[in-house]
């Protein structure tokens, strides 16, 4: 089992940065799909960005992509999403999962993941 916890939320003006942190305590990230997901009231969790700390393969959904990074320090045990060029529409709260399937390649679908985090909100003002 991992347990999860989110970091670095905050208010930012549109065009502007910030950098979300999970930090892992329990399990390492070696042993799970890793995944980001935002969720704004009303509206389905939206998968952004997911990876395996060890092959390194990570995909981003098209409304994020060149403009989000998502990184791991495995030293920490700790994964990061970097968001640059943010938007209003970025404006929701963020949470971190991890996968223990068996899957060929990690997933943006929530309902695969099994641990999450408590989120952290991201608010861009116009």
């Known amino acids: 089992q991992v347990q999860l916890v989110e970091s670095g939320g905050g208010l930012v003006q549109a065009g502007g940065s910030l950098r979300l942190s999970c930090a892992a305590s329990?399990?390492?990230?070696?042993?799970?799909?890793m995944g980001w997901f935002r969720q704004v009231p009303g509206k389905e969790r939206e998968g952004i960005s997911c990876?395996?700390?060890?092959?390194?393969?990570?995909i981003y959904a098209d409304s994020v992509k060149d403009r989000f990074v998502m990184f791991f320090d495995n030293d920490k045990n700790t994964m990061f999403l970097q968001l640059n060029s943010l938007k209003p529409e970025d404006t929701a709260l963020y949470y971190c999962?991890?996968?223990?399937?068996?899957?060929?390649?990690?997933?943006?679908?929530?309902?695969?993941?099994?641990?999450w985090g408590q989120g952290t909100q991201v608010t861009v003002s116009s």
């Open positions: 999962a991890a996968d223990r399937s068996s899957l060929s390649r990690c997933t943006l679908v929530a309902g695969w993941y099994d641990y």
């Open positions: 990876s395996s700390s060890g092959n390194r393969s990570t």
């Open positions: 329990g399990r390492t990230f070696s042993s799970y799909y």
